[in-house]
């Protein structure tokens, strides 16, 4: 990964936030940033190179990103619904290892999709990367690039 000012960026697994207005947004197409600025949920954004492919999408209760670079898929999805699906009990046997932008996250993978999920300024965020070769490309088979991705996401201009 690559970072328009690599200086400013956080450390990986300093859990520190990106900084605000960063070079994501003005890489983005015009029609993803108008997406952004009328959008009801706030937006993280990729950061670069991703932020230039990046396809923003946005509802009522929610800001979504995708983004395709090379043999890797990236899914941003932040949403102010959540729905318990697990109980109390069970919820806090989740053991939150992780922590991004500050805050305690969740490392998941399912069918070879690596995923964070975590909680930050009453929005639930999901960061997914999805690999052409999940079983041996090291940004699906590892944590790293996936916690790495998720530090350096930076805030919407608003």
Known sequence: LTAGCASDAPRPGSGARAPLGGSAFPAMSLRSQQVVR???VPFLLLPRP??????????????ALSARLDDVSLSLHGTVLVHATASPH???RVRRRHHVRGVPALVLVNEG????TW?????????????????TDPRCTQDAFLLELASRLEEAPR
């Open 113 to 116: 999709i690596r995923s964070v």
């Open 119 to 135: 909680h930050e300024r009453g929005v639930d965020w999901t960061l997914e990367v999805e690999c052409v070769r999940h079983e």
């Open 38 to 40: 009328e959008a009801r």
């Open 90 to 92: 069970d919820a806090q």
């Open 50 to 63: 991703y932020a230039e492919r990046a396809i923003a999408t946005s509802g009522e209760h929610f800001s």
